[in-house]
């Protein structure tokens, strides 16, 4: 149930030659210089209330950061990533996951972060790798406009890709 920040896993990946691609719009240069004070200032209180609350050490992810945007393999785009780049992102080569609202997925109440990999988009449904508590989210489907509306709920959705170069 806490959250798993991706840069130590992304690190090695790239190492061993992926490439990422990340969208995302926290301001990671103000979490680097001011440590959690510079990510508080980036997200809304609510999301930001949920990620504090919902990791072991937030001070903890903070040195691992610097390492995934020095590496030559990443590349970052902060801003808020649509619909359209999720389409166009996952019509490239290789993989992709975004952060969605779980709790607007589960057609419940309230907000969580949930990463979720992306196994196929259809004009009518999404079919994704939930990797839930319940142990019940492989090729998981849902409608489209489900699933996109709990991707655009966040404020702070992100979406990756990960390729071979």
């Not at 301001?27 to 959690?36: L, R």
């Not at 939930?130 to 709920?153: I, M, Q, S, V």
Request: charge should be negative; hydrophobic fraction near 40%.
């Amino acid at each position: 149930g806490y959250v798993v920040w991706e840069f130590p896993i992304w690190k090695w990946l790239m190492g061993r030659g992926l490439q990422i691609t990340d969208y995302d719009v926290i301001d990671y240069d103000a979490w680097i210089a001011d440590g959690v004070p510079g990510l508080q200032r980036t997200l809304p209180a609510n999301e930001f209330e949920w990620y504090q609350k919902n990791t072991y050490d937030l001070n903890e992810v903070t040195p691992h950061i610097r390492a995934v945007f020095d590496h030559p393999n990443f590349t970052y785009h902060k801003r808020k990533p649509t619909w359209d780049d999720v389409i166009a992102e996952y019509n490239n080569p290789g993989l992709c996951d975004i952060v969605l609202n779980s709790k607007a997925l589960n057609r419940e109440e309230g907000f969580a972060a949930h990463r979720v990999v992306l196994i196929e988009i259809t004009d009518v449904e999404v079919v994704f790798h939930d990797p839930n508590a319940k142990g019940d989210g492989d090729y998981r489907h849902e409608p489209l406009a489900h699933f996109r509306a709990a991707f655009e709920n966040m404020d702070s959705p992100a979406l990756a890709r990960y390729s071979l170069k």
